[in-house]
């Protein structure tokens, strides 16, 4: 199977502008998760899709949102640009096919990286 | 609150030689524990997971870990490193607040300096 796919790879934006992400997960697999990596703060959840519904988020703000389609692609966006949003942008997708998925490996993509001026 | 502690952030080592990277985990996250790998300019790749059972858990690339409850610890370990492991590693384990459900809380990574 094809793994995670992410793109575009890299991104250059001025501060104010929004940005849009793809992700496309492992065929068969209904969850996808984005986390940002900076080196001040390592990794963070972003938030989680299933079944196109967002399905838990973490402490970010609403400037950063996404959504899922019906053939589980995923898509984040972040509006108003800061540039502390410049970060390596991950995607993860599972199979989430127990309700509770504590044990289920996440998959993850290589990641956008978003440089912001 | 739930933490991930990876007490190194750098390593280095000379090849052939042994490695111990630390992690310890809060005893208010699971106990499913999770080893990831980041190469340079990659995403993360699984090492090894603990779910249950033995305590010792072998992973690819020769990578072990070993769970001990007791002192809330999941070391990563390979017997003799060679150049190509030269990246960063990361400790995790499922987010438990907000019914996450399996969304990952990371360690700060440790990276991994092999030299000739």
């Known amino acids: 199977k094809a793994g995670v796919t992410q793109t575009p790879r890299y991104l250059i934006k001025t501060r104010g502008q929004q940005v849009t992400l793809s992700c496309s997960p492992i065929?068969?697999?209904?969850?996808v998760s984005w986390y940002q990596q900076t080196p001040g703060q390592g990794l963070q959840f972003l938030f989680e899709y299933f079944s196109e519904t967002q399905r838990n988020k973490g402490n970010f703000p609403g400037r950063f949102s996404g959504r899922q389609f019906s053939n589980s692609r995923s898509e984040m966006n972040v509006s108003t640009l800061e540039l502390g949003d410049s970060a390596l942008y991950l995607c993860?997708?599972?199979?989430?096919?127990?309700?509770?998925?504590?044990?289920?490996?996440?998959?993850f993509g290589p990641g956008t990286r978003l440089t912001v001026l | 609150a739930q933490s991930v502690t990876q007490l190194d952030s750098q390593v280095p080592v000379f090849e052939e030689a042994p490695v111990e990277l630390r992690c310890n985990y809060s005893s208010s996250v699971s106990v499913y524990l999770f080893w990831y790998v980041q190469y340079p300019n990659q995403g993360l790749q699984l090492l090894l997971k603990?779910?249950?059972?033995?305590?010792l858990v072998k992973g690819i690339n020769g990578f072990e870990a070993e769970f001990n409850k007791s002192q809330t610890s999941f070391h990563l370990r390979k017997p003799s490193v060679h150049i190509s492991d030269t990246a960063e590693y990361f400790c995790?384990?499922?987010?438990?607040?907000?019914?996450?459900?399996?969304?990952?809380?990371f360690g700060k990574g440790t990276k991994l300096s092999v030299k000739p």
């Open positions: 603990y779910l249950s059972g033995s305590t």
């Open positions: 995790a384990a499922p987010w438990l607040e907000g019914g996450s459900q399996g969304n990952l809380i």
């Open positions: 993860a997708s599972r199979d989430r096919g127990r309700l509770a998925g504590e044990t289920d490996t996440q998959y």
């Open positions: 065929s068969g697999h209904r969850s």
